[in-house]
């Protein structure tokens, strides 16, 4: 029993995790605090609704389409909002991202209402048997799918020329201008990848949950919870943070009321902002 | 002459990388000491040590036989420490008399006392006419003034001048030497200043102390410090 | 020009009740409210340089105290307040005196403030002796003469109590900003390291800024635990409701008196208006206000980051 939740914990943190890589990349790059996160990932979770209901489309086919929309946006917003407001002191980007928040959620709220939207596929309710484990179906392909993805990134910032750049660009800002990169477009890039993770994050998940205006700044809080855990700014720590806090509010979802799952996250992100900033895993610098 | 800033000692590593290593001098009442060694010598790490920024690995570091090992910046500050910064940090968004009133606040608790403290500093460095102007709109050498003002509104005893003279004119930092002279002599303010521009250290100091990669070298009149050969090979031969 | 516009909006907020009816009159009193929560607000942030995202916490805990006080030992919100205002103020201080101690800066910051709320809002939810998430609730009584004691009475009274205390606090508050406190505030926001090395005790400046401006956020919560007489902690100590506080001194102005003011007085008629067209137009517009506020507060940062009423008194004579 116990298990069980520790595994369907495991497959809904690896997508929290692909949720928060967004946030982290952003936010390692440019040192911006995306405070929109949640509620752009909710504005994803909308759209694969809406596939699924208008055009049939499964929303694991059509999370690489949102996904790459998700990119184009990322990078529209950034080249046209954002860009300026790099070196700007960081409570302006945050009362900046803020403000995309409320129009994100409000708007979602206008146009979707407030009932929930959720998406029916045809094995909503097949699991598979392993061993003495009961697995849905669904978490395991969307779990399957965000692993893959990070994985991909990863690969991207590790071995190809743009993400070499990238993270060039996130050591040193300066060293990077001074040997010719493009700042302006390589963090327009990071932004754009930034919101196509949670976008294809936010497709997987409405898969499992119904898409709901006000999920919007519980899973920015979320998002937050996980990257201060895992380490702001650091890849792999927003998975593993993503995974810790998976298993953890599935367990503190059995062990106690469901009700007290977010006081412990929100608990863990105070413990941790006081006595580890740099997070579980980061280095202290 | 007595002795108001004793140093005995002081050993500070970062990282395992020694940046001071058993420093000591001393400067006495009403004395004017320069700090010069080549770039990376520690000479801002040893500022930063003597205002409190953080405490030395070992050593200890007295103002009047009074231990500042420990103290927070506002703590050697009310010690008697003033200090400036290699890289002028104005409060851009107040203007230059209420940054200079926020030092003054320091020496004096009476908002009018204050102000007047204030004034009286502004005119004392020559930036009385900007007096309404933002911070945020002084050129460098404003600026180097400005962080001067607020240092001496709080009526330190001591006055650690991190390379105030960098980037002005022959002509400015005449002026500068002139006004700390002039405090010297008529206020007995003892000044500890790190320099590059030998103008300014051979104008203002009585005595020299060289440290080079984090160790003390020598100490002396600054006419036979230039002189001394082991300076020459540290630093003034290291340089073009 | 500046003293006559004052004049001129004191005697307009002085004799408003008398040509406004019941639903202007409650407009303009929510109005008072959220310039009086953004002057508070603005004491943290736009003086000392602090972004709390968490104010609601304070309007939580006043609200919750004083209402709690008054309904089970009977205690009225005049003396109230003044428990209401400490348990605030010494929340406050514990949560500075924690960054400060932890070196917690900047967007952590921020998001201890948030993770403080958030605590607060899920720990009212499961205190069932304060209702829980069924809400708490004070008698609503007859709403006719003035009770300033136990604060029942007309909507004209409530009125004029929230306009003393915005104006109180304004009064306050430009006193603090010309007192040596004040200015500590404000080198403290500009430079931390520079202010500490100009004698500025750097933790109790900041412990001061947080505790003063919590207890009189709380000392807010307390009038409006009395004026709506309907708790629930998703409301009160919800995230939304720290952003709708923090919205009228952004837009007014960061770190100005008149911002807090001018912003409140700009976006709740706003938000009312915009509500009213699209209900007399028969459209479902739940949202629709809130989304006009993100809108005014990105137009606000993008094109006059330092609010409304800096780029004004630049234009007065």
Redesign the interface.
Known sequence: MILDQVVTGLLTGLIYGLLALGLSVIFGVMRIVNFAHGEMSVVAMYAAWAAARYLGLDPLLSLIPIAAIFFGAGYLLQRGLIQPFVSRPDYMQFILLISVALILTNGALLVFGPEARGIQVDYAFDSYEIGTFLIDKVRLLAAGAALTLTGLLLAFFRFTLTGKAIRAAADNRTGAQVIGLDIGKLYAVTFGIGTASLGAAGVLMALLNDAIPRLGPELTLLSFVIVIVGGLGSMTGALAGGVLIGVSEALAGTLLQPSLKSMFSFALLVLILLLRPQGLLGERS | MNTLLELQGVTKSFRGLKANEDIGFTVGEGEIVGLIGPNGAGKTTLFNMIAGVFPPDRGTIRLSGRDLVGLKPHQTCAAGIGRTFQIVRPFPHLTVAENVLIGALHAEKKMHAARTRAAEVLALVGLDAKAAQKAGTLTLPERKCLEVARALATRPRLLLLDEVMAGLRPNETDQMVAIFRRLNRETGLSILLVEHVMRAVMALSHRVVVINSGRFLCAGLPADVVKDPRVLECYLGGED | MKRTALFVLIGLFLLAPLASGPYLLSLLTTLLTFAYLGQAWNIM?GFA?Q?S?GHALYVGLGAYVSAALSLFWGIPPILGVFPAMAAAALVGSAIGF??FR???K???F???T???A??AR??F??LSALGGTGGLFLPVEARTGVDLIHLRGDPRMFYYVILAMAAALFLACRALM???LG??W??LR??P??????????LRVKLAAIALSAALTAAGGVFTAFFYNALFPDQWFG??YS?EI?LAP?IGGLGTLFGPILGAILLTPLGEAITAVTDGLGW????????C???C??LI??FL?DGIWPAIRKRLP
């Open positions: 942030m340089g972004l995202l924690l960054s932890f070196a917690v900047g967007v952590h921020t998001l201890l948030i993770a403080f958030e605590i899920l720990t939810q499961h010309a007192s040596p200015y500590r404000q080198a500009e430079d390291a520079a202010a500490e090395s100009l004698g500025v005790n750097l995230l939304g952003i923090i952004i479902q517009s739940a949202g629709i206000k809130p989304f506020y993100g809108v507060l990105l940062v993008k980051p």
